[in-house]
């Protein structure tokens, strides 16, 4: 495996791809290439990103998520477009609301349709993370996320921090 780094002050020769573009052109495409894909996806499976995430969203609040909760995790949803995506699975019978009788809240809470549902879009979302790793070797992986945070921990940042306010990231669910 050749090294790409510094050797005595002057950069590794490397050839190919890797060459004619920076890392951060590699990122940026595979994030891109990879949402693209997902999106893709989904729609065939006739659902949003959007819908995908409030599933998640609901799938892992134990009493069920309020609006409020689903619209603090999702603030790039507008209001408006976040209760189109509840009544449209609501619509599907994915989701119910339930009304907690001591405090009139709403909770959204996953129907068996909406478990099964939500179940058939991770096995979309795993199936492209297989795709994209098609002929990658576990270790090669693992290389791979090492370098990246390495990168990372280089520029003065923890793997988890944000780069501007340095709170913690949070990953995707992708």
């Known amino acids: 495996m050749r090294m790409i780094g510094v050797s005595g002050g002057a950069a590794v020769d490397y050839a190919g791809e890797i060459r004619r573009q920076p890392i951060g052109y590699w990122i940026k495409r595979t994030g891109e290439v990879l949402n693209s ?3 893709k996806r989904l729609r065939e499976a006739g659902v949003s990103r959007q819908h995908w995430l409030v599933l998640c969203l609901v799938r892992e609040a134990p009493a069920g998520a309020t609006r409020d909760q689903l ?3 999702l603030r790039s949803i507008s209001d408006h477009h976040l209760d189109e995506i509840i009544s449209d699975l609501c619509a599907r019978g994915w989701l119910a609301p339930e009304v907690d009788p001591r405090s009139g809240v709403v909770r959204q809470t996953l129907t ?3 478990r099964a549902g939500q179940l058939k879009l991770a096995l979309v979302i795993s199936g492209v993370r297989r ?3 098609d ?3 576990e ?3 693992a290389f791979m996320i090492e370098c990246l945070k390495k990168m ?3 520029l003065g940042v923890e793997p988890g921090e944000g780069p501007k ?3 913690r990231s949070k990953p995707a669910r992708t």
């Open 37 to 39: 894909t997902i999106d």
């Open 71 to 73: 619209h603090a995790s």
């Open 112 to 114: 068996e349709i909406g």
């Open 131 to 133: 795709q994209s790793l």
């Open 135 to 137: 002929g990658i070797s």
């Open 139 to 141: 270790d090669d992986y």
């Open 152 to 154: 990372i921990t280089n």
């Open 165 to 167: 306010t340095g709170g």
